[in-house]
């Protein structure tokens, strides 16, 4: 029910931006949540957008390179990242919960879109 996309190969210093497209659901009513998991690491929440009015929220790590957004005519959300850096390898993941931030279990997830930064 939710497709990542947008992933890929890019250079140090690059953007990419991912998008969450839904079918089933509508993102509008959920708390979408992006997440990243790097080779040998846990998982880790980056950012994530509350149903409704959209109020965002950033991890540290993500706080002024990542920028979460929806559109609720295409159903989508998206997570652009400006000035990548190696250390965002990662799979990343979109996922949908009651609403966001907050003790909400994620009950959707995407099967996740891989962003390698390498020169």
């Known amino acids: 029910q939710l497709v990542e996309s947008g992933g890929g190969l890019v250079q140090p210093g690059g953007s990419l931006r991912l998008s969450c497209a839904a079918s089933g659901i509508i993102l509008e009513y959920y708390g979408i949540g992006w997440f990243r998991q790097a080779p040998g690491k846990e998982r880790e929440g980056v950012s994530c957008?509350?149903?409704?009015?959209?109020?965002?929220n950033y991890a540290d790590s993500a706080k002024g390179r990542f920028t979460i957004s929806r559109d609720n005519a295409k159903n989508t959300v998206y997570l652009q990242i400006h000035s990548l850096k190696p250390e965002d390898t990662a799979v990343y993941y979109c996922?949908?919960?009651?609403?966001?931030?907050?003790?909400?279990?994620?009950?959707?997830w995407g099967q996740g879109t891989q962003v390698t930064v390498s020169s």
């Open positions: 957008i509350s149903r409704g009015e959209g109020s965002t």
């Open positions: 996922a949908a919960a009651r609403n966001c931030p907050g003790p909400y279990e994620y009950d959707y």
